[in-house]
């Protein structure tokens, strides 16, 4: 069951102490409250993350390549300060991340898409990222232009809208995601299964 705005609001106004849902900096819970609606607000933060395009010819997730190598031959991580632009031309990709640093408790989860008004301008953040329970850090967001026209994103501007929902079942251990307790976004590590490393065995 999805949380309205005015039961998180009650979440944050009255942490539980043992297993706290954090937002810091927080929303304005009085605004919140009344707001009617059933997601909270988040900014956009300071760093992006983008690839080098001229230093690859393709991906490929089936290597196995070491992570830390990957980002550091792979990527570009620019920082942003308050008051300067972020220039996302058409066709770009960027990874970015909220400002809000975000803790959730055992029992709930949640999902990030973008705000509204930015999609019909072209700018589309990941359908649904999915947030796990005990999760703990700033959140990536996956940003795409799909507008024909370039986009100016501002650190500390609202871009994305975050989705609360209680889970089910006994309360969760903490989240060991490698994206856990991120400040800045990261390319990330792709696990290859045994199924398909099976699959993709040439016969």
Known sequence: MILKADVVASYLEEP?????????????IEVLRGSGAA?????????????????????DVTKGED???AS?????????????????HPGSFVLG???EWIRLPGLLS???????????????IATAT?????????????????????LKLKPGMLICQLFLEEVRGSASESDLSQFNARRKPVLGKMNIDDFSKMLSEEI
Request: charged share 20%.
């Open 130 to 150: 999915g947030v796990h329970p005990r999760f703990t850090g700033c959140l990536t967001l996956e940003i795409t232009n799909l507008g024909h026209i370039p």
């Open 67 to 69: 992570y830390h190598e």
């Open 16 to 28: 539980d102490s043992t297993d706290p849902l954090v937002i810091t900096p927080s929303p304005d």
């Open 39 to 59: 997601s909270v607000d988040l900014r956009l933060g300071t760093w992006f993350l983008s690839l080098r395009h001229a230093k690859m010819t393709c991906i």
């Open 97 to 99: 991340i909220t400002l």
């Open 72 to 88: 550091e031959k792979f990527t570009k991580s620019s920082y942003i300060p308050f008051g300067q632009d972020f220039i996302l």
């Open 110 to 124: 949640g999902f990030v898409i973008g705000k509204s008004s930015w999609g019909r301008r072209g700018l589309v």
